[in-house]
């Protein structure tokens, strides 16, 4: 699910033992082979847009949407956007984690929990979460309450199936074991199976992220919060300001971006590294 | 692990479970705390979804919206499968796309929707276009990982025993990856339903699940809310399992390539 390293080829090209100036030379066509699409599509985008077979209005030039991005950003308009749609991913993925994990331990735990638990999961996931929205926004309004309950909503599922899964492939053995060497319960819970389970939390905590990530812009759209990235780019749409459209997408790409860098792969790596396995 | 006995019993507390929030819903529905319209009883739901399944309109709905995802879907295919499987092979053609993949992939095909409304207007190809959008990296994602991670043991052993281009492709290297391909394939059904809906209902045209959803809120017709989503959540499923399932058993497992216990 995650990206893979993008520029991985490039990396191993310029291998630590190559002399300096050979090293230099081959990062720097590794920059050149990256920079070149990147330059392709641009060049065809603005050759398309001089040809001028769509109004400039809706097809606008780079140089406008880069226009509408600094004009934008200098203003604090933009980063005003980009902070409370964070803050949104943050706050109903953090109510996700907390009630997902529980929920997840609690049913890997107890079989009564997991007879509870497991037909209303099952039920609830396979239902696209966006399907809800118009459900939570008779319920609860329009804002931002709506929109953070059902980015913690949505995140929930994926977090509490892996969280359960982890919590039952925890081998039987290590708690056998540690039961036989007298751990309590307090014991065993915190020495053998919250570390076993943690790789596949770890696993489903990622995924949660991302499809709370993938349906919020949606959200904003639906549930008309003031502010937010989503919001931007559905309110330009009526001014046919396709600029600030684009330059909107762009930050929600970075973003994107930086959550798959930092955060996603930043993960991976921890629990791979730490527990000598990969998950998923 | 699940004995008979246990998974009876299982079954049975599922049942419980089941019954029980039914009735905690009843009972909250009765008992005037939140206005009937919003939190219809489900007699009612269940009324109205036999309703708009007789009159044809939920059938239609759900057809409008399966031809979406489908087609949509199918173009993905069509373009991402064979652009992973040329990715995995052929350098060059990874160094141009990669780049450009790993910057598109992590915006939400749905952020798209306003800019796609206005180039495209409201309707069918706008919808179309976005579960393409949601549909084609997951595919070439995982098609040219798949490609890259076929062991080049098996490689070397069909060149060894005169495998050439063709045969290399479709006896070695297809099979090879199919497992992460089929993988692709699944993630992308998955975002492809959730842009489908998603998209429906921001890109309103007449018909369609996700649109008959945002229609319904205008008119608090929580009902009819509450009976498409079952609706969907029982398509949705249904691909996951028996679609996906069935390519699963059908190729992969049959080939040998995961064990079968993990399903």
Do not use: C
């Amino acid at each position: 699910m995650s990206g893979d390293v993008p520029f991985q080829a490039g990396a191993a090209t310029a291998s630590p033992g190559m002399p300096q100036a050979v090293r230099a030379g081959a990062r720097w066509r590794v920059a050149a082979r990256t920079a070149l699409p990147f330059l392709v599509v641009g060049g065809l985008w603005e050759f398309v847009a001089r040809l001028g077979i769509f109004p400039p209005r809706l097809f606008p030039r780079l140089e406008e949407v880069a226009a509408a991005f600094i004009r934008l950003s200098a203003a604090g308009i933009l980063p005003h956007h980009a902070v409370e749609t964070v803050a949104r991913l943050l706050g109903g993925f953090a109510l996700a984690a907390v009630v997902g994990v529980a929920v997840g331990i609690a049913m890997g735990r107890s079989r009564r929990a997991e007879d509870v638990f497991l037909p209303l999961v099952s039920i609830g996931a396979p239902i696209p979460g966006l399907a809800y929205a118009p459900l939570f926004m008779l319920w609860f309004g329009l804002g931002n309450l709506p929109a953070i309950l059902l980015v913690g909503f949505v995140s929930a599922f994926p977090i509490i199936l892996n969280s359960w899964t982890g919590v039952k492939t925890v081998k039987e053995i290590w708690v056998r074991a540690a039961q036989a060497m007298g751990a309590e319960d307090r014991q065993l819970f915190r020495r053998v199976i919250l570390p076993g389970a943690l790789p596949y939390i770890l696993t489903g905590l990622r995924i949660g992220l991302s499809q709370a990530w993938r349906i919020l812009v949606a959200v904003e759209m639906l549930t008309a919060v003031p502010w937010g990235l989503g919001w931007l780019i559905f309110g330009a749409r009526e001014f046919l300001n396709t600029d600030v459209m684009l330059a909107g997408i762009a930050v929600i790409g970075a973003i994107g971006l930086a959550l798959e860098k930092l955060v996603f792969q930043r993960l991976e790596e921890f629990t791979v590294v730490r527990w000598g396995m990969l998950t998923s | 692990m699940s004995a008979p006995g246990q998974r009876m019993r299982s079954f049975r507390r599922a049942a419980v479970t089941l019954t029980v929030a039914a009735l905690l819903y009843e009972a909250f529905a009765r008992s005037g705390l939140f206005a009937q319209a919003l939190a219809p009883t489900l007699p009612t739901v269940g009324r109205t979804l036999a309703t708009m399944l007789l009159d044809g309109t939920m059938p239609r709905h759900a057809a409008a919206t399966l031809y979406r995802v489908l087609l949509g879907f199918g173009l993905a295919a069509a373009v991402g499968l064979p652009l992973g499987i040329l990715m995995g092979r052929f350098r060059p053609v990874e160094h141009f796309f990669l780049p450009l993949i790993s910057v598109l992939m992590p915006i939400p095909s749905l952020a798209w929707v306003p800019v796609f409304i206005l180039w495209f207007g409201l309707g069918n190809t706008a919808t179309v276009l976005i579960v393409f959008y949601a549909a084609t990296f997951p595919m070439t994602f995982n098609t040219w990982t798949g490609v890259r991670a076929v062991n080049p043991l098996w490689l070397r052993a069909a060149g060894a025993m005169g495998a050439e281009g063709r045969a290399l492709f479709w006896k070695v290297i297809l099979p090879g990856a199919s497992p992460l391909i089929i993988t692709g394939l699944r993630q992308a059904f998955v975002r492809a339903w959730i842009a489908v809906v998603g998209g429906e209902m921001i890109a309103a045209s007449a018909w369609g699940l996700g649109w008959v959803i945002f229609d319904a809120k205008e008119f608090l017709n929580t009902d009819v809310i509450l009976a498409s989503l079952a609706v969907i959540g029982i398509i949705g499923f249904a691909f996951e399992r028996l679609v996906f399932g069935a390519a699963e058993r059908g190729t992969v497992q049959r080939w040998g390539m995961v064990r079968t216990a993990k399903g």
